[in-house]
T-cell receptor, first 115, second 115 residues
Framework: AQKITQTQPGMFVQEKEAVTLDCTYD???????LFWYKQPSSGEMIFLIY??????QNATEGRYSLNFQKARKSANLVISASQLGDSAMYFC????????????FGTGTSLTVIP | DARVTQTPRHKVTEMGQEVTMRCQPI?????VFWYRQTMMQGLELLAY????????DSGMPKDRFSAEMPDATLATLKIQPSEPRDSAVYFC?????????????FGDGTRLSIL
């Protein structure tokens, strides 16, 4: 079975500071992909970044980076130089080789950036 | 940028009425997913399709919900009869069915209120 756990229901960060949002996963799949999505208050789900389980290097996309620690089964999202517009819900998701097309989502972390 | 298009964006109707939500996936994407999001349950997978064939609809109440893909450019989710507990945001997402690092891309959602 696949499972994604996000243990931080809410986080606060000062503007311009970096913040780490935690995500741990459980899977028996030999290969899998890990994803982060952002959901602002307007409601849309925005794809941010992905990491393949076989990737040696951590993924980066602008101010977003994914701190992937395979042995710990964690895929934390790091947002550098936080901006007010980063305030949103953030969801971690996984897709496994043996589960085909289905994505598994965590319960989300609400991030508030303080001016 | 290519986008998943969902209509309507908002729907308010009375209990017992039929509700039809539509989704146009991104051109070339061969997997389509329907999700329901509520405060209490979070993001729930209702059904998904690959190459227009339904692969899993176990998350959907079969007695009142139905999902179809009449062609590659249109997916529909119907509720008949609707009930107040169906009030939620319904998301459609599309993606490529191959490759574990292919993300899903979400539409903006349909905000459904059943009175």
């Amino acid at each position: 079975a696949q499972k994604i756990t996000q243990t931080q229901p809410g986080m606060f960060v000062q503007e311009k500071e970096a913040v780490t949002l935690d995500c741990t996963y459980d899977t028996s799949d030999p290969s899998y992909g890990l994803f982060w999505y952002k959901q602002p208050s307007s409601g849309e789900m925005i794809f941010l970044i992905y990491q393949g389980s076989y990737d040696q290097q951590n993924a980066t996309e602008g101010r977003y980076s994914l701190n992937f620690q395979k042995a710990r089964k964690s895929a934390n999202l790091v947002i550098s130089a936080s901006q007010l517009g980063d305030s949103a819900m953030y969801f971690c998701a996984m897709r496994g080789l043996n589960t085909g097309n289905q994505f598994y989502f965590g319960t989300g972390t609400s991030l508030t950036v303080i001016p | 940028d290519a986008r998943v298009t969902q209509t309507p964006r908002h729907k308010v109707t009375e209990m017992g009425q039929e509700v039809t939500m539509r989704c146009q996936p991104i051109l070339g994407h061969n997997t389509v997913f329907w999700y329901r999001q509520t405060m209490m349950q979070g993001l729930e997978l209702l059904a998904y399709f690959r190459n227009r064939a339904p692969l899993d609809d176990s998350g959907m109440p079969k007695d009142r919900f139905s999902a179809e893909m009449p062609d590659a450019t249109l997916a529909t989710l119907k509720i008949q009869p609707s009930e107040p507990r169906d009030s939620a945001v319904y998301f459609c997402a599309s993606g490529l069915g191959i490759g574990i690092i292919q993300p899903q891309h979400f539409g903006d959602g349909t905000r459904l209120s059943i009175l």
